[in-house]
């Protein structure tokens, strides 16, 4: 699998196995290279082709200041076996130690700006791709017409499809790529431009596709003229990156800060809001990684494996054929038993996706759940068969069903790194558990939770209507229908009326495919 991140915000940090590759393609590097390491970057030695024989003024700034954690990963590095602790002074060691993990953690809370300034892998140097010469910053690059051309211009293009071609042809067989894009502005262009190149050049690879953004492309405060640009940008980005890949999946709230009484997250911080995107995106995919061992895989800790193509076909490829997602999270997931059961956990489960409607019934839904670290009651971890068998008899007593239902399930919980931010409530503990009564502080992070159970899910359910339907309604309010307040906008973009009037067809099918007896309509019809 090929996992290809696009924007300015990184949604998580790679995880590298044999199977699995990592692409970004990022914004704004911060304190990292665009060679992909956070230091030893040698400086290129000056051309020995001399053109210019008049003065030369050099005007170089300042370097970003590394932060504690980034510092300490740096002291990390320069260690040598003979600086290493030794035993006697082992305990003060780990005192100080854990002091320092405060100052980090609190350093990081009031300093990040950029994701470097909390990633702590070291790249591949094809890794990450570096839009560079558009002399503009990523608030400026805020709407799909702004990125158009991007790709094609000089060698971009040919430069990524090759970094891209480098890592396929590393594999020895391809599930399929997850893609993450911020679809908010510019990178919507950009990425739907390579996802072409991919279907072109991949036919027979699938692409899970995420289209991503955070609170902050929320603006409440902006103009008429701003307020029309949003929604052509979101209804253009959608039926763009929407059809160059197999399944497609929103995701970004205006707020989390409501989405769970166990977390504490402020939506000013993209810090915060990555951090419980990454963790969902990252639990999604752990059943890619799974080994297929056959019957014998409970025993290995994981049950339930299946690859990309497998996910593909049984949310897009059953009757209905709906390709547009909902992705449900519990973070942390409850236990199973116990006092500290408040509800199942489906009933846990909150949407990440925006504007999809509440307390649908849907018969026809289908979806894929994987869970995994779940605890039995306290902080003991349950088995894979008792988090089966909980979910199948929550099922059985739920009047809510779905059509078909796939669960994955895995022994291992979510593990809660040193830069993960303080996020969690006063009534979440060590290993996730919910506790009875509340610990000093206010918030917690990877110094006091340490891992946690995690449940999310993926689902075809006509509750992503109002999501679809949005985008159409604007598409046709101010692009397509005579008059419009957007077209001269749309022209800029180079989009003409028929290529609006087939996207609008595009949406139309999509909520046909949810629901037949929907009243659309086109002027072709």
Not at 170 to 186: K, L, R, Y
Not at 204 to 227: D, F, M, Q
Not at 308 to 314: E, F, P, R, T
Request: charged residues 20%.
């Amino acid at each position: 699998m090929c996992s290809i991140v696009f924007g300015e915000t990184a949604q998580g940090l790679p995880t590298y196995t044999p199977r699995l590759v990592s692409i970004d393609f990022q914004g704004s590097l911060g304190s990292l290279s665009s060679c992909g390491s956070l230091y030893n970057e040698v400086p290129s030695d000056p051309s020995p082709v001399v053109t210019w024989t008049g003065s030369v003024s050099r005007h170089v700034s300042e370097p970003r200041k590394k932060n504690l954690f980034l510092q300490s990963l740096y002291e990390e590095e320069q260690e040598t076996p003979s600086t290493l602790r030794n035993d006697i002074k082992e305990k003060n060691d780990e005192r100080q130690s854990e002091m320092q993990d405060k100052d980090i953690v609190e350093c990081l809370e009031n300093s990040v700006q950029f994701w470097t300034d909390y990633s702590k892998v070291h790249y591949h140097p094809r890794s990450l791709y570096e839009l560079n010469g558009l002399w503009m910053d990523v608030q400026e690059f805020d709407n799909y017409g702004i990125g158009r051309n991007v790709f094609s211009e000089g060698l971009r293009g040919e430069e990524m499809n090759e970094q891209l071609r480098f890592f396929m042809e590393e594999c020895d067989h391809i599930q399929g790529i997850q893609f993450i894009v911020d679809d908010s502005g510019g990178f919507s262009s950009v990425a739907s431009d390579f996802l072409e190149n991919i279907a072109d050049e991949y036919t027979r690879t699938p692409v899970l596709l995420y289209a991503a953004r955070g609170p902050g492309s929320y603006l409440n405060n902006i103009s008429r003229k701003e307020s029309i640009s949003r929604a052509l940008n979101d209804a253009i980005s959608f039926s763009r990156l929407s059809s160059f890949c197999k399944l497609i999946v929103p995701v970004g709230l205006p707020s989390l800060s409501q989405m769970s009484n166990f977390l504490c997250i402020e939506d000013s911080k993209p810090y915060h809001c990555s951090a419980v995107y990454a963790a969902a995106l990252h639990s999604m995919s752990l059943p890619f990684r799974m080994q297929q061992l056959g019957t014998s895989e409970i025993l290995d800790g994981v049950s339930g494996a299946v690859d990309v193509n497998g996910v593909i076909q049984m949310l897009a490829g059953q009757a209905r054929e709906n390709m547009v997602t909902i992705l449900d999270a519990a973070m942390p997931a409850p236990s199973l038993t116990g006092e500290q059961k408040k509800q199942s956990l489906q009933e846990s489960l909150h949407s990440l996706t925006p504007e999809v409607a509440e307390d649908v019934e849907d018969m026809q839904a289908v979806e894929h759940l994987t869970i995994h670290g779940a605890l039995r009651s306290g902080a003991n971890r349950a088995t894979i068969s008792e988090v089966q068998d909980s979910f199948y008899a929550a099922y059985q007593n739920s009047s809510t069903g779905s059509k078909f239902s796939h669960l994955s399930v895995a022994h291992c919980p979510l593990p809660i790194p040193l830069p993960f931010p303080s996020i969690f409530g006063n009534l979440v503990g060590q290993h996730g558990e919910f506790l009875g009564s509340p610990v000093c502080g206010s918030k917690r992070g990877s110094v006091d939770v340490h891992s946690i159970p995690m449940a999310v899910r993926l689902r075809s359910s006509t509750a992503i209507l109002p999501y679809i339907e949005k985008r159409l309604v604007n598409l046709r309010r101010f692009g397509i229908d005579r008059g419009t307040a957007g077209s001269e906008l749309l022209r800029s973009w180079g989009f003409g009326k028929d290529e609006l009037e087939d996207m609008g067809e595009g949406y139309s099918k999509m909520i046909m495919a949810l629901d037949p007896h929907a009243p659309v309509s086109s002027d072709s019809e």
